[in-house]
């Protein structure tokens, strides 16, 4: 700011030095006071810098960060209802700021314009929020002793767990290695979890979440954790290391609950993850399952290939699976193509072959 003063401070006083040196017979240099003169002008800018400092103090905090993501999608599904090759988006956008160092404020805003046999719920499950902005998801993560404790709203349980999947899925159904009602679980509203890193690589997590009911009224919120309302709990117990994790998990969403453990293994060359997951409906018991292996380098990117059951399934019903092959490129470090094939067994229907290209910004 002294450089600042000074650029000010010298137009001025030559401004003021001017009319003495043009009108020297009817102004004398006892009629002015240039320390004076330079006085006032100083106290004028230290005001205008008190004014911009002001400014500076009521921006942005220098620990807020903004990160956005967008992905691409053109593909098609043969054997679908709609094999037409269509275009989908998604793009999120994250906002995080911490106040003591140690804590973590953070929102997630989405928007999508998925709908399509291919981005939609059959395929790669993208945002599709009919191309309107969604809070996707608002928490509030703090340390409390040795723990890390985490509250917010339409948020996952899961959010605090270590999990122990390597594999990076290509369709929604491949999500978690197959554990995405335990190991993944989510939330249905207002969430509180929290989480502990034991020392040699143990971990332990458990949460709550549960919807808000709300009155005839729009907008009046009645309570959570109500008979009415839907609660989910869940928890974790993981172990990592080097080249190996595991992680099992336990869930209960009042209609069903799960039993979930998946798993991790690095070989020198590849990278194996598998998952298994049962669900009991209190009339039946269904499992379901899931295996993987990742190559990291393969020519420039890495290479991912997958199969698995498209769900639980009880002993009565009929099994169906979904194989499916991804090779993600990146271009350079704010960038990501990856082209992807998959086949779903369809119960009581032909087979479908999805075929996409996802290219992925981060910025």
């Known amino acids: 700011m002294k450089l600042f003063?000074?650029?000010?401070?010298?137009?001025?006083?030559?401004?003021?030095?001017?009319?003495?040196?043009?009108?020297?017979?009817?102004?004398?240099?006892?009629?002015?006071?240039?320390?004076?003169?330079?006085?006032?002008?100083?106290?004028?800018?230290?005001?205008?810098?008190?004014?911009?400092?002001?400014?500076?103090a009521g921006s942005f905090s220098e620990t807020t960060t903004a990160s956005f993501g967008v992905d691409f999608l053109v593909g098609a599904v043969d054997g679908a209802s709609n094999e037409k090759t269509t275009f989908d988006y998604q793009m999120g956008i994250g906002l995080e700021t911490s106040f003591t160092g140690?804590?973590?404020?953070?929102?997630?805003?989405?928007?999508?314009?998925?709908?399509?046999?291919?981005?939609?719920?059959?395929?790669?499950?993208?945002?599709?929020?009919?191309?309107?902005?969604?809070?996707?998801?608002?928490?509030y993560t703090f340390p409390v002793g040795g723990a890390t404790v985490m509250v917010g709203d339409n948020t996952d349980i899961s959010a605090v767990y270590t999990g122990a999947c390597a594999y990076s899925s290509f369709t929604d159904y491949m999500g978690n290695c197959g554990t995405g009602n335990s190991v993944g679980v989510g939330g249905n509203g207002v969430t509180a979890a929290m989480s502990y890193a034991f020392d040699g690589g143990f971990s332990l997590a458990g949460g709550i979440s549960s919807t808000q009911?709300?009155?005839?009224?729009?907008?009046?919120?009645?309570?959570?954790?109500?008979?009415?309302?839907?609660?989910?709990?869940?928890?974790?117990?993981?172990?990592?290391?080097?080249?190996?994790?595991?992680?099992?998990?336990?869930?209960?969403?009042?209609?069903?609950?799960?039993?979930?453990?998946?798993?991790?293994?690095?070989?020198?060359?590849?990278?194996?993850?598998?998952?298994?997951?049962?669900?009991?409906?209190?009339?039946?018991?269904?499992?379901?399952?899931f295996l993987g292996l990742s190559f990291p380098e393969v020519g420039a990117g890495s290479f991912d290939i997958g199969m698995g059951t498209t769900g639980n399934f009880a002993d009565s019903e009929t099994e169906t699976y979904i194989y499916e092959a991804s090779y993600a490129y990146p271009i350079n470090d704010g960038m990501t193509i990856t082209p992807g094939i998959y086949m779903r067994e369809v119960d009581g229907a032909d087979d479908q072959t999805g075929f996409a290209v996802k290219t992925s910004f981060s910025f």
């Open 5 to 56: 003063k000074s650029l000010l401070v010298a137009p001025a006083t030559l401004g003021l030095l001017a009319p003495i040196a043009a009108s020297a017979n009817e102004v004398t240099i006892n009629d002015f006071n240039a320390a004076e003169e330079i006085a006032v002008t100083n106290s004028r800018v230290d005001g205008l810098e008190a004014r911009f400092n002001d400014l500076e």
């Open 102 to 139: 140690e804590d973590s404020l953070s929102a997630t805003i989405d928007i999508g314009n998925a709908s399509s046999e291919i981005g939609g719920t059959d395929g790669l499950n993208f945002d599709g929020t009919s191309d309107a902005l969604k809070l996707d998801g608002l928490t």
């Open 213 to 289: 009911i709300t009155d005839a009224t729009p907008g009046v919120v009645t309570g959570i954790l109500t008979e009415e309302g839907t609660d989910t709990f869940g928890i974790e117990a993981a172990y990592t290391a080097d080249s190996y994790g595991v992680s099992v998990a336990y869930s209960d969403n009042e209609s069903s609950t799960f039993w979930g453990i998946n798993g991790t293994y690095a070989f020198d060359f590849a990278t194996l993850s598998a998952g298994v997951e049962s669900e009991d409906t209190g009339s039946a018991t269904k499992e379901g399952y």
